[in-house]
């Protein structure tokens, strides 16, 4: 697909959003939920270019979404948070990432996994700090001085989230078809090749990884100041679980697929919840098997082939 | 992963009906509930509670005794002459779940009133949508006591007690029947609650009787099905008295290994939610141990307010769902009691007219409320105060489980920190007479 179909393609899925918050407003919330995910995601399909999966990502998301609870206690203002949160997650990036991009497939995967949930473990264990699984409530929050509240509130950080997955979209899109995505794709297909071209598969997996961290950051902090409730649940296995799904049925070809993923899993999993509160998890399971076994590609794999089809 | 898939060609269709169909439906009327003050056709009601994971113990006997007595208020006419329809939602995916669908739940359901929850923290992120969307909202089983003592909510209340009367309770009832106890030891589950609850019985152990000495404080993983390494401990430690406020599997799981190891011999066991789980580990747990169920929540209650309407609710439950009704049960029966008073306060204050949201709110504040034993009032903070009872299990030919004696019943306000206060700092006010004044305990009659 060009860059332009590409570009208008996202515009088009940027004004379906709004139209849809708008026309129904409970939709507001998921699909800002939806957009925030589809960012962190963006980092996991960076990593998934070089065949790296991480099951650890939530360890930058509920990083940040702590980092804003605690920091709005502070500093209540949330273009503050925002940019605050994904320094220190992509800082921390940095550090753990120095110690993981030593290894590779199963053992980055698991390293990962490791260390989200010690901080996992960190957040319920230091009770008197986080209330534990209790979670923390976000104090009152300001964008620009005005109190980020009620519906014109939804609508900045549903703005916020829209602007940062275009930007970080187009970002990755660069990044993706530059010398650095290149090197990403040489390390899945033969890493020592790049060694003899000079260049350190290390550093190009740490750029990425870092990169990928600060778009958890920026995910886990949108997160925060949508549902303005922290539990540790965040940097639990099972949303970083989450966060591959989700880049596997959005479909690893394309910086879209992430977003389609996962507005995709978020709606399928309100829409049966809404209609089966008993068997919810079964219908989920069961479309999200369906896309797998008949779109290997996920939903942007779909959109593609037909393409080549017609 | 590339997308090389040719199926994706013959699904595309179907999936692009499939999804128009569930966006069609997802864009069912929204807006808002109802025109304020014109009546509803159908009242609707959110209930949040846990359909899955490990606390839909508590969860799917809350769903049974809220579809059981909104059938019950349908077939004798509804409230106020409008009939009840319950919407239930999960709690198990965790809170930004649930508090995405009690958005949908009030601007797409258009509800009128919302349950929320089980969870302390799907309660704590759930009260300030309440105020937030201006929609009544009963908080019918979670107990942490932060909600109402950190903040005042306009719409959120809560129609029974919370962590400190139930676990003040135990501690005042261990110290009537075993006041030279010299050592404790708690197994708790490692969560907020399982923190929460030893720090409120630690503060007023403290108080009350300085000087315990706590043998051990063990918080086993949440969910753990193992509990040899804190068993052996404390058989090793000797403890006169093991304090767990564990439940659902994990405290099965403790109180038959416990029972297999004699460990209920050497201690006397105080156990806060034990009422939830005495039909599920039956007679394993040996008679003399001190049992609490979140509240006056007992199908044998030695004393209730109506006999009739106790025996009514236990017998309907049993013959329905084939056990005994539990505390989240009677939890449930509170909120739907509390709503049928609320609106029925409401509509009568507007002379027969149908009240707005702000109107129904209000009327919650300060309502007393039957519930099935005694009955219920909701403070001017929108904390409800209700008796809390205590028992010793006992075990006796007439059930297949142990029973409870020597019941005592707390009333509300002796255990219940006052408005304004946090519990914390009043626990440290406590004196020893308080222990003195008890009211009397009662025996199991069979």
Known sequence: MTRRSETLLALAGAVLILVLAYAVPWLRFVLTIALAKGLAVLGILLLLRAGQVSFGHALYLALAAYTVAFGAVVVPEALLLLPAAALLAGVVGLLIGLFVVRYREIFFGMLNLALSMVFYSVLEKFYALTHGADGIRLPPVTVLGRPLAGESGEWTVLGMALVLALVCGALVRVALASPLGEALAGIKTRETRLDFMGVSPKRVLLAAYVASAVMAGLAGAIIALTTRHVTPALSYWTTSGELVFIAILGGAGSVIGPFLGAAAYELTRVYAAATFANAWQLVLGLVLLGVIVFAPGGIWGMITSRRRAA | ?446
């Not at chain 2, 403890?239 to 109180?255: C, E, M």
């Not at chain 2, 002379?351 to 909701?378: H, M, N, Q, Y």
């Not at chain 2, 920190?417 to 009211?439: E, F, R």
Request: net charge neutral; aromatic share 8%; hydrophobic share 40%.
């Open chain 2, 1 to 446: 992963m590339a997308g090389t898939g040719r199926a994706g060609n013959v699904t595309r269709r179907e999936a692009l009906i499939g999804a128009s169909a569930a966006a069609g439906s997802l864009m069912l009327p929204g807006g808002h509930a109802w025109a304020q003050g014109a009546k509803p056709a159908e009242l609707k009601v959110g209930i949040a509670t846990y359909l899955s994971g490990p606390a839909s113990v508590f969860g799917v006997p809350g769903r049974q005794t809220a579809e059981m007595l909104f059938d019950e208020i349908n077939a004798a006419g509804g409230i106020a002459g409008i009939k009840v329809r319950p919407i239930f939602v999960d709690e198990g995916p965790g809170v930004d779940h649930v508090v995405g669908e009690y958005r949908r739940l009030v601007q797409s359901e258009g509800v009128h009133l919302i349950f929320a929850a089980i969870s302390s923290a799907d309660c704590i992120a759930c009260a300030p949508l309440a105020d937030e969307l201006k929609r009544p909202t009963l908080l019918w089983d979670c107990g942490t006591q932060r909600i109402f003592e950190d903040n005042r909510y306009g719409y959120a209340f809560r129609t029974q007690a919370n962590a400190t009367p139930e676990i003040l309770s135990a501690l005042l009832y261990l110290l009537k029947v075993k006041p030279d106890f010299k050592s404790i030891a708690v197994i708790n589950q490692d969560y907020a609650w399982g923190r929460d609850s030893w720090d409120i019985f630690r503060t007023a152990m403290n108080t009350l009787k300085p000087g315990v000495k706590v043998s051990a404080e063990l918080f086993p993983r949440f969910g753990a099905t193992d509990f040899s390494t804190e068993i052996t401990r404390v058989l090793a430690l000797r403890p006169d008295v093991v304090l767990s406020t564990s439940w659902g599997g994990d405290l099965d799981a403790l109180i038959r290994q416990a029972s297999d190891r004699k460990l209920f011999e050497r201690a006397t066991f105080v156990m806060p939610l034990a009422e939830s789980s005495l039909q599920r580990v039956g007679k394993a747990l040996p008679a003399g141990h001190i049992v609490g169920a979140r509240g006056d929540h007992w199908f044998l209650h030695p004393s209730p307010a109506d006999p009739e309407r106790l025996k009514r609710f236990s017998d309907t439950y049993k013959a329905k769902y084939n056990a005994w009704p539990i505390y989240p049960c009677f939890h449930m029966a509170q909120a739907v009691s509390a709503m049928k008073a609320g609106i029925e306060k409401a509509v009568a204050a507007k002379s027969g007219g149908w009240p707005t949201d702000a109107e129904l709110a209000a009327a919650f504040k300060g309502l007393e409320f039957p519930s099935p034993t005694a009955s219920v009032r909701i403070r001017e903070d929108g904390q409800g105060l209700e008796n809390q009872l205590i028992g010793t299990t006992l075990h006796s030919e007439k059930y297949p489980f142990p029973v409870l004696t020597d019941m005592i019943v707390f009333p509300a306000e002796s255990v219940t920190t006052p408005v304004g206060q946090k519990s914390a700092d009043w626990l440290k006010t406590l004196t020893p007479d308080m222990v003195a004044n008890l009211p009397q305990a009662q025996a199991f009659k069979s």
